[in-house]
């Protein structure tokens, strides 16, 4: 069955960096579009970020140039690199395909602090 297990997340301060990853499995890597997502308090979850099976990359408006989504198909690991992180980045993020399975994991909380 899918299995997506996050990591990477913690608190930051405004202006910082993290790298999140996604190990997957489960399913066929490598020919599925791969996405992350993230859900703040209160609000849906969202698309942010989201790589196709032939690496073409699309961003939320709110992240573009600040965060970079990169897959590695050997290891079956989606990552997502932000920087310049702001208080509005503060969710849950999560990834899963693109579109999603209706499996999700249990996501890796990101705080940024001002």
């Known amino acids: 069955q899918v299995r997506l297990v996050e990591s990477g997340g913690g608190l930051v301060q405004a202006g910082g960096s993290l790298r999140l990853s996604c190990a997957a499995s489960?399913?066929?890597?490598?020919?599925?579009?791969l996405g992350w997502y993230r859900q703040a308090p209160g609000k849906q979850r969202e698309l942010v970020a989201s790589v196709t099976s032939t690496g073409n990359t699309n961003y939320a408006d709110a992240v573009k140039g600040r965060f970079t989504i990169s897959r590695d198909n050997i290891n079956n690991t989606v990552y997502l690199q932000m920087n310049s992180l702001k208080p509005e980045d503060t969710a849950v993020y999560y990834c899963?395909?693109?579109?999603?399975?209706?499996?999700w994991g249990q996501g890796t909380l990101v705080t940024v602090s001002e």
């Open positions: 489960g399913f066929i890597f490598s020919i599925n579009g």
């Open positions: 899963n395909a693109y579109p999603p399975f209706e499996y």
